[in-house]
Nanobody, 123 residues
Framework: HVQLVESGGGSVQVGGSLKLSCAAS????????MVWFRQVPGKEREGVAG???????RYADSVKGRFTISKDNQKNTLYLQMNSLKPEDTAMYIC??????????????????WGQGTQVTVS
C-alpha cells in the first residue's frame, strides 16, 4: 500500500511561484504514473499535470508554460513547480499515483492512490 503526502502549498501573490511536493511511501513500481489534480469547491476536479514512467509529461492547457512537473525516483517524490501564478490557480492540489502508468485520459481517470491535498491560494 502506498501513502501520498503533499506539501508546499500556501498563500502567494499574483505572479509569484510555489513548488509542491508529493512524497510517496512504498515502491516506485506502484507509482509509475503520477498526476497533480486540483479541486475547487463546487467545481469538477481538474487534471493539471502528469508524468509517466518514461518521464514523459502531460499538461492542461491552462498551465502550459507556467507549471513544470517532475519526479525524483530515488526519493519517490513528485514535484510541481508553479510560476506566474494567477488567482484562478487557487485550489486544493492533490497528487495521485497508479502502478500502470498514465492512461490516455490521464486528466480524468481514476487512480489507485490519492493524497489528501495541499491548499494553494493566489491573491
Amino acid at each position: 500500500h502506498v501513502q501520498l503526502v503533499e506539501s508546499g502549498g500556501g498563500s502567494v501573490q499574483v505572479g509569484g511561484s510555489l513548488k509542491l511536493s508529493c512524497a510517496a511511501s512504498g515502491p516506485t513500481s506502484e507509482t509509475k504514473g503520477m498526476v497533480w489534480f486540483r479541486q475547487v469547491p463546487g467545481k469538477e476536479r481538474e487534471g493539471v499535470a502528469g508524468i509517466d514512467s518514461d518521464a514523459s509529461t502531460r499538461y492542461a492547457d491552462s498551465v502550459k508554460g507556467r507549471f513544470t512537473i517532475s519526479k525524483d525516483n530515488q526519493k519517490n517524490t513528485l514535484y510541481l513547480q508553479m510560476n506566474s501564478l494567477k488567482p484562478e490557480d487557487t485550489a486544493m492540489y492533490i497528487c495521485a499515483a497508479d502502478p500502470y502508468g498514465l492512461p490516455l485520459w490521464w486528466f480524468s481517470s481514476d487512480y489507485k492512490y490519492w493524497g489528501q491535498g495541499t491548499q494553494v491560494t493566489v491573491s
